[in-house]
């Protein structure tokens, strides 16, 4: 499939998805999924120290570790561990030696080689997003036949067969990954059979900064296009959102983005491309340079409340934790009582200020939101904060709930991150271009 980008950012393809942009895109929901999907299960990252990446990532975000599969469980192959935040569940897996073949492993679709290559050459990075389905065979033969790319065909874990897993290829080295409960006995706040309880001492007790649920997962793709079409045709997922470099880009970079969302809206993939002609090299350039390739970009994690959330983050910022992109200058929270001032009271606008939460809002509700800087050693995987305010609606049972994607995804504040952004890669070229190398 073919796709051009002119210097200005627009992109016409000569295939079934063209992008309009975002004033003329229509949002409807032809409820198409081609099984049934019903949220995110988990998100795992392959890396090559388990153990320390994931207690780095449970003091910095607040989630205790709370299952283990590793040498303690009888899993020679790998070691991971789950942390959890209210329904938000993050894996971390690193390899033991391939010459030990004794034990079994947890994750079967787990495989030596291809974690030794992912890791050597994206470093710390998403592996699988997971979402839960209500039949992972199903779903793993109807995408197949939909033209998935497959990545590890469907198998039973637990002695009652209690779980399914499959997974097939989404973009660059990640899958998506489907996961289904077969036994009604298993318990799925156990996550998977093969993981045991971790004991407190080796974990932080009690910590819980407000997460929730992983609200979207983005990924970045050298080409959009085809990218798009292929999720679409294995899924069924519509298109939620869209923008182009003209929506959200600044005068110096921009992308061009889809967010795809199931039927119920709650499983959003956005979708990233560069555009290129621009003053500087598109942000998401950089990405694919520096992961060597498509992969997950940010995971936007929502909170209950992104000021406790924060104030938490914020404490361990600097012993252990996350550091956060630059905040705007006061010019953008002086102007923030004119667009929120009916949904933030003054001192919420003050202390969105003090810990530099960006705000936004649609037509139908608001969005805060912040960002860290890369997690890693390398300038690509990040994380968001948000939290949605409005569009509470009754669901098909009767119950309350707040609509997904409640209050868009941030583009008033694209360019304030894009700054930001420009600001930090202009730190690290500033070094990497005119200091002389280390001598050996």
Known sequence: MGTEVNTNGDQSTTGAFKLVGFKNFIRTNPKSDKFTVKNFHHVEFWCSDATNTARRFS?????????????????????????????????????????????VSSIPTFSHSVCRDFTAAHGLAVRSIAIEVDDAELAFTVSVNHGAKPSSPPVTLGDNND????????YGDVVLRYVSYKNPNFNPSSFLPGFEPVEQTSSFPGLDYGLRRLDHAVGNVPELAPAVDYVKSFTGFHEFAEFTAEDVGTSE??????????????????????VYGTKRKSQIQTYLEHNEGAGVQHLALASEDIFRTLREMRKRSGVGGFEFMPSPPPTYYRNLKNRVGDVLSDEQIKECEELGILVDRDD????????TKPVGDRPTIFVEIIQRVGCMMKDDEGKVQQKAGCGGF???????????????????????????????
């Not at 897996?93 to 010459?99: F, G, Q």
């Not at 779980?163 to 989404?170: A, G, H, P, Q």
């Not at 970079?253 to 491309?273: D, H, K, Q, R, W």
């Not at 894009?418 to 890669?425: A, G, N, P, T, V």
Request: glycine share 8%.
């Open 410 to 440: 941030g583009k008033g504040n694209f360019s304030e991150l894009f700054k930001s952004i420009e600001e930090y890669e202009k730190t690290l070229e500033a070094r990497t271009t005119t200091e002389p190398a280390a001598a050996a």
């Open 364 to 371: 139908q509700g608001t969005l805060l939101q912040i960002f």
């Open 163 to 170: 779980v399914v897993l499959s997974e097939v290829k989404l």
């Open 253 to 274: 970079s921009g992308l061009n983005s889809v967010v795809l969302a199931c039927n119920s809206e709650t499983v959003l993939i956005p979708m990233n491309e560069p």
């Open 59 to 103: 003091w910095g975000l607040g989630m205790p570790i709370i299952f283990k599969s590793d040498l303690s469980t009888g899993n020679s192959t790998h070691a991971s561990y789950l942390l959890r935040s209210g329904n938000l569940n993050f894996l971390f897996t690193a390899p033991y030696s391939p010459s030990i073949t004794t034990g």
